[in-house]
C-alpha cells in the first residue's frame, strides 16, 4: 500500500493513542459492515520468533552474509573443529617420542635425566594461538554481523565494506567488554574457592580429628557443590548479558556499561533469552562432539592401520568431516549472532523503545523494512503481558 504524505509520527502516535485508550463512548455495534476487522493479536516472543525473523533478515541479504561469514566465522568453526583432532595427534606423537627415550635409556642404562619434553611446549603454544584465533575472528563477526542485522533491520544499506569497517571499531570495545566479564566470572570462582577452602579449615578447628585429604570423598563432594554453584551463577550472567555484544556495536559502549544495559533491556525476555543459549549451546556442543569422535575413530584406526598418524589428513572421510562440521558450525554460529541481534531489537520494543526509533526513521524517510523477497514494510509487535 502506498504511504500518504502525512508526518509519520503524528499518524504512529495517533493509532497508538486510539489503540491503548479507545473512546468509552464508541460501540462495536456502531461498526459499519465497511470497516476494516480488528488487527490480529500480536504473538508472544519466543525462541521461533526470533529465529524466525532472523531467518527473514538473513535471507533478504544473503550474499551479504555469506561473505561475512567466509571472512571471519568460518576460520573461526575451523579452527573449533580442527583443534581437538590436532591435539590428539600431538599427544600421540609425544607419547611414542616418550616410548622411544624409555626404550633407549633401557638399552643403554643411561641415568641421566631426560630431556625436557618439546612437545608441552608446542601444546601450550598450540592452545594459545587456538585462544587467540578464535577470540579474534569471534569478535570480529561479532561487530559485522550485529552491525548488518541492526541496519537490516531499519532497511538501510547493508555493504560489506561498511560491516568490515565496524568489525575493526568494535574490535577493542568488546574486547574489553570480554575482559570485564571473564573477571567477574572467575572473580566470582575465586570467591566460591575461598570461601570452600575457609569452611573447610572451620571444620577442621571444630573437629579436630577430621582430616580432609583432597583425595577424600569430602573434599570432592566440597568441590563439586562449588562447581554447580558457579556454573549456576555462569549460567544467569549469561542470560543476563546476552545482549552486551550488541549493545556495544549499536550503541558504541564498551567495558562495564554494555553488561548493565544488557541486565536491563533483558527483563521480561529472560525465558527467550534461556531459550537462545540452551538451543545454540546444546545444538553446536552436539556438533563438535560427533566431529570429535569421528576424528578421535579415524585417528584410531590409523594408529591400528599402519601406525603412523601423519598420513590422517590425506584420509577423504576426515577431510570431509572436517568440511561439513565447519559448514553446519558456521552456519549456526550466524544464526545464533543474528537471533541475538533480532533479540535486542524485541527487548527494545518490549521496553518502549523501539517505536520512538521507527517513528523517527519514517519521519526521515518512508524506508520498507527488507524483511523477505519482496522488500514490503514490516511490523514488529510484540506482547507486553509478560512484563512486570
Not at 568489525?167 to 570467591?191: D, Y
Request: proline share 6%; with cysteine; hydrophobic share 50%.
Amino acid at each position: 500500500q502506498s504511504l500518504t504524505r502525512l508526518d509519520p509520527t503524528v499518524l504512529y502516535l495517533e493509532a497508538s493513542r486510539r489503540h491503548l485508550f479507545p473512546d468509552p463512548s464508541t460501540n462495536s455495534s456502531m461498526a459499519t459492515p465497511s470497516s476494516p476487522p480488528p488487527p490480529p493479536p500480536s504473538p508472544p516472543v519466543n525462541l521461533w520468533v526470533v529465529l524466525t525473523e532472523s531467518k527473514r533478515i538473513i535471507n533478504a541479504h544473503s550474499r551479504h552474509f555469506l561473505a561475512l561469514s567466509v571472512l571471519f566465522l568460518l576460520p573461526l568453526c575451523f579452527s573449533i573443529t580442527v583443534y581437538p583432532s590436532v591435539f590428539r595427534l600431538i599427544a600421540d606423537q609425544s607419547a611414542a617420542s616418550h616410548n622411544s627415550v624409555s626404550l633407549l635409556r633401557a638399552v643403554f642404562r643411561d641415568d641421566q635425566p631426560p630431556p625436557a619434553d618439546a612437545d608441552t611446549t608446542t601444546v601450550v603454544l598450540l592452545l594459545i594461538a587456538y585462544v587467540v584465533v578464535v577470540t579474534v575472528f569471534n569478535l570480529l563477526a561479532i561487530g559485522s554481523i550485529a552491525y548488518s542485522v541492526f541496519q537490516g533491520f531499519y532497511g538501510r544499506p547493508v555493504k560489506l565494506i561498511s560491516a568490515v569497517k565496524s568489525s575493526c571499531t568494535s574490535f577493542f570495545p568488546l574486547l574489553a567488554t570480554l575482559i570485564s566479564s571473564n573477571f567477574i566470572v572467575f572473580g566470582i570462582l575465586l570467591i566460591l574457592g575461598f570461601a570452600a577452602f575457609v569452611s573447610t579449615r572451620l571444620i577442621q578447628l571444630i573437629l579436630p580429628d577430621l582430616e580432609i585429604d583432597y583425595a577424600s570423598p569430602y573434599f570432592r563432594s566440597i568441590s563439586m557443590v562449588v562447581m554447580l554453584i558457579w556454573i549456576a551463577i555462569v549460567i544467569k550472567l549469561s542470560v543476563n548479558w546476552i545482549l552486551a555484544w550488541v549493545v556495544v556495536v549499536v550503541e558504541s559502549a564498551w567495558g562495564l556499561t554494555p553488561l548493565k544495559r544488557s541486565n536491563s533491556l533483558i527483563k521480561g525476555m529472560k525465558s527467550v533469552s534461556l531459550s537462545l543459549i540452551f538451543f545454540f549451546a546444546v545444538t553446536q556442543s552436539i556438533l563438535v562432539w560427533i566431529s570429535s569422535v569421528a576424528a578421535s575413530a579415524q585417528i584410531d584406526d590409523d594408529d591400528k592401520g599402519n601406525g603412523e598418524t601423519g598420513k590422517l589428513w590425506t584420509n577423504a572421510f576426515f577431510v570431509l568431516q572436517i568440511v561439513i562440521t565447519s559448514a553446519f558450525l558456521t552456519i549456526l554460529t550466524l544464526y545464533n549472532l543474528a537471533a541475538n541481534t533480532v533479540m535486542y531489537m524485541y527487548c527494545k520494543a518490549v521496553h518502549g523503545e523501539l517505536a520512538w526509533e521507527i517513528a523517527e526513521e519514517f519521519a526521515r524517510e518512508y524506508v520498507s523494512l527488507p524483511f523477505d523477497d519482496g522488500k514490503a514494510p514490516h511490523l514488529v509487535s510484540v506482547a507486553y503481558n509478560n512484563v512486570p
